[in-house]
């Protein structure tokens, strides 16, 4: 898969509502890199979140208002062809 599949995949799990969260649970490990670091931009310039794995799984399974304007910038993959890196825009 190509960083832009992972993207509109990521982009449905923050557009999307909890049904059967574990299953939603098994997708992103399957996707996502053990080693995943995500940087959060927040609006008005003010600064900036930062994830590991667990942490920004847990924001996709359950995810809220602010998670659903989240826009992605930046993702990258790993030689495993899991996303390693994502840098999103806050609205």
Known sequence: MEPEDYEMILKAFMQSDIKDWETRKQQLDKILSPELEVIVMLGNNLGAEYFNKPEFAQKLIVPTASVRKMEIMDL????????????????
């Open 76 to 91: 990258q993959t790993d030689a495993n062809n899991k996303v390693r890196f994502i840098r999103i825009q806050q609205k």
